[in-house]
């Protein structure tokens, strides 16, 4: 479900007579209406062209952009473990013995949040 609210801006735009001049109150002040359309800073644009034959087609489609949801992850002692110790992980470029557990514990977050697709806001040590 979706509501007109957070899909859609309202829009003033100036009203015009049948010759192309902007029509104006007593006051003089150019006379406005209120429309909806599509708030591009909440939807993201995809565009597709297709070919029929001789026929170009495109197709635009207005997806509402999502907040990322949030994710715990729990691990076992042993994960933990394995993640803090000298064995050197792979895809690691550095000297894997010089760093500190928290930063061996940053680095495998961090990885971890790449294949979720994903950032790590913080992590936490619970004993």
């Not at 939807?43 to 999502?66: A, D, F, P, Y």
Request: hydrophobic content about 30%; some cysteine; charged content about 30%.
């Amino acid at each position: 479900m979706w509501s007109r609210e957070e899909s859609l801006k309202p829009l003033m735009k100036v009203q015009f007579n049948k010759n192309g001049k902007p029509i104006k109150d007593k006051a003089g002040n150019v006379v406005r209406k209120e429309e909806l359309c599509e708030d591009y800073s909440k939807h993201e644009s995809i565009s597709v062209t297709l070919q029929n034959g001789r026929q170009e087609e495109t197709i635009k489609v207005l997806t509402r952009k999502c907040k990322p949801a949030k994710q715990v992850v729990n691990l076992t002692q042993e994960a933990y473990d394995e993640m803090v110790s000298n064995t050197k992980p792979y895809g690691f470029k550095g000297n894997w013995q010089q760093l500190t557990r928290n930063q061996k514990l940053k680095w495998h977050c961090d990885q971890i949040a790449v294949s979720l697709g994903g950032t790590v806001e913080n992590f936490q040590v619970m004993e």
